[in-house]
């Protein structure tokens, strides 16, 4: 039994209880302490709260778990101002690993004094004869050096430039090492194959991650049998402390066909998701698919990829088979593509809750279509701090319905909230305070509750499980964020100075900062 705490759900916005019983994983009941008294047994654990608050258990509907556990071992780009001090911070990490790939994430072109993107011939400054690449924040273009080229091959260079996936240096021509969408895809191809023996170590160090910041359930996205083995092998052994709905990619679809797996299979910790699809590439690429071109690269609306047959015939598999759809699109080319397909499927997309991943660039008709459609906004809030150049980049008018939060719950459409890390912070409460803050336009601010539903009710909608899960309610799961702050700055909707404290799932202690005290039944 947790007491003396202050119990938060999101449809109430204010304390609806100060202990909580838990049995079996689930809540058996909350209220007064002196009503729950009661219920305490020989066995009964007791932990005192000291005050704290307590919300119902946050979920991230957007993880690429495995990128997310090894991207702790990279070096850390986010900060660097220039493409000197991207290099400098390769230098260091090639220093401290003597063997093997150097690998960097999450730097932004855009931040830097130069403002172009680097190239194979900076990197080569960094080593000339290990490979390195330099992840960009988006995930969707990465730049590597001349042995990273090498690595690759010439075949699959020559195929990767053909297709535009290689880009080649405007003066002389040569491949310039920068890689979006299928070239950076190779790269990870090349890391998965040299890292086998740590994928698990990868995995857990991703879910250590998540449960720190207060997550309960993860919308997991995966990349290869490996990870998911990994995966078995955890809650195989009762070592799994976070609950997963697995997303996976399509070239894993013919196997989850043949076995007859289905969206909801499986048990409170793994559950069958959804199949995830990439149907366009990223804004700070300039790969997002847009209806007119870029405002700061006429030339360019980025690209689809998969044509508007391929796309259909791989939905309707899908659906046809039980199986959930999250489609990645960011530019509202791609999102009008995708809700066209999205309708074109027999019964319509809302019974398997079909979802669009991102859905970032909008209007008001795309808006009320995907209403209407009963499509999920699979949304990532964090986006709004870091696109700080859309503007530039897309022009007044469609900036104005880029990340348009508020006007999508308003139209009545189901948002479920996450970071899609490791391309931001996995961290909800910074979500939160992107969607509630000023680096969010006025008009399409969310309140305060309605962000946090974003990150429960939302993301449990999303994967059949706002029955079992997302409020506090006796029989539902005992999962739980405790965070550092009293009940004043929630009712409040003031987060800055908040931190996790502790992370109970299925009413297990996953993740503690501090000691909360604990005591024997009575």
């Known amino acids: 039994m947790l007491f003396d705490g202050y119990f938060f759900s999101p449809e109430h916005g204010k304390p609806i209880a100060s202990a909580l019983a838990v049995k079996d994983g689930l809540i058996m009941a909350l209220g007064a302490e002196e009503e729950l008294k009661p219920l305490v047994g020989p066995g009964t654990r007791l932990i005192d709260l000291e005050g704290r608050s307590v919300l119902p258990g946050l979920s991230d509907s957007h993880v690429h778990g495995l990128a997310l556990g090894r991207s702790l071992s990279w070096v850390d780009l986010s900060e660097v101002k220039s493409i000197d001090e991207l290099v400098e911070g390769l230098r260091r990490q090639a220093a401290s690993r003597p063997k093997g790939w150097v690998i960097g994430f999450g730097w932004d072109h855009e931040c830097f004094s130069e403002r172009r993107l680097p190239t194979r011939w900076d990197l080569d400054r960094v080593s000339a004869e290990r490979p390195v690449v330099a992840f960009r924040k988006c995930y969707h273009l990465c730049v590597v050096n001349s042995a990273a080229l090498t690595a690759l091959g010439e075949d699959r260079l020559a195929e990767l430039a053909q297709r535009g996936e290689a880009l080649r240096d405007a003066s002389t021509g040569e491949l310039s090492g920068v890689l979006v969408e299928g070239g950076l895809e190779a790269v990870r191809e090349l890391l998965r194959e040299l890292d086998k023996q740590g994928v698990l170590r990868a995995v857990e160090a991703a879910i250590d991650?998540?449960?720190?910041?207060?997550?309960?359930?993860?919308?997991?996205?995966?990349?290869?049998?490996?990870?998911?083995?990994?995966?078995?092998?955890?809650?195989?052994?009762?070592?799994?402390?976070?609950?997963?709905?697995?997303?996976?990619?399509?070239?894993?679809?013919?196997?989850?066909?043949?076995?007859?797996?289905?969206?909801?299979?499986?048990?409170?910790?793994?559950?069958?998701?959804?199949?995830?699809?990439?149907?366009?590439?990223?804004?700070?690429?300039?790969?997002?698919?847009?209806?007119?071109?870029?405002?700061?690269?006429?030339?360019?609306?980025?690209?689809?990829?998969?044509?508007?047959?391929?796309?259909?015939?791989?939905?309707?598999?899908?659906?046809?088979?039980?199986?959930?759809?999250?489609?990645?699109?960011?530019?509202?080319?791609?999102?009008?593509?995708?809700?066209?397909?999205?309708?074109e499927l027999p019964g319509g997309p809302r019974r398997m809750r079909h979802r669009v991943e991102h859905a970032s660039v909008l209007d008001p008709a795309l808006i009320k279509?995907?209403?209407?459609?009963?499509?999920?906004?699979?949304?990532?809030?964090?986006?709004?701090?870091?696109?700080?150049?859309?503007?530039?980049?897309?022009?007044?008018?469609?900036?104005?319905?880029?990340?348009?939060?508020?006007?999508?719950?308003?139209?009545?459409?189901?948002?479920?909230?996450?970071?899609?890390?490791?391309?931001?912070?996995?961290?909800?409460?910074?979500?939160?305070?992107?969607?509630?803050?000023?680096?969010?336009?006025?008009?399409?601010?969310?309140?305060?509750?309605?962000a946090v539903g974003a990150y429960t009710y939302g993301s449990a909608f999303a994967s059949f499980q706002e029955g079992f899960a997302s409020t506090l309610k006796p029989g539902k799961a005992a999962d739980l964020t405790?965070?550092?702050?009293?009940?004043?700055?929630?009712?409040?909707?003031?987060?800055?100075?908040?931190?996790?404290?502790?992370?109970?799932?299925?009413?297990?202690?996953?993740?503690?900062?501090?000691?909360l005290p604990e005591f024997g039944g009575l």
């Open 209 to 343: 991650e998540a449960l720190r910041h207060g997550l309960t359930c993860l919308h997991w996205i995966a990349e290869c049998p490996e990870e998911l083995a990994a995966i078995m092998a955890l809650r195989a052994s009762g070592r799994l402390r976070i609950r997963l709905y697995l997303l996976f990619p399509p070239h894993m679809l013919e196997h989850l066909l043949a076995l007859g797996l289905r969206t909801g299979f499986g048990d409170p910790w793994v559950r069958i998701g959804a199949l995830k699809v990439i149907a366009d590439g990223s804004l700070g690429a300039r790969t997002a698919f847009l209806r007119e071109p870029y405002a700061d690269d006429p030339g360019n609306r980025g690209r689809l990829l998969y044509s508007e047959r391929e796309l259909r015939e791989l939905a309707l598999r899908a659906h046809e088979a039980g199986l959930q759809l999250a489609i990645h699109a960011i530019g509202d080319g791609a999102v009008e593509l995708v809700l066209k397909v999205l309708s």
């Open 369 to 450: 279509h995907m209403a209407s459609l009963g499509v999920v906004a699979s949304i990532q809030p964090r986006f709004i701090v870091s696109d700080f150049w859309v503007e530039e980049r897309l022009g007044a008018s469609r900036a104005r319905w880029t990340y348009p939060l508020k006007s999508l719950l308003k139209a009545g459409v189901v948002l479920a909230a996450g970071s899609d890390a490791p391309v931001e912070p996995i961290d909800p409460l910074e979500g939160i305070r992107a969607a509630t803050g000023e680096a969010q336009r006025p008009e399409e601010r969310l309140t305060f509750w309605e």
């Open 482 to 515: 405790v965070l550092s702050c009293g009940p004043e700055e929630l009712e409040a909707g003031e987060l800055e100075e908040a931190r996790v404290d502790a992370t109970f799932v299925m009413g297990r202690l996953a993740f503690s900062r501090v000691r």
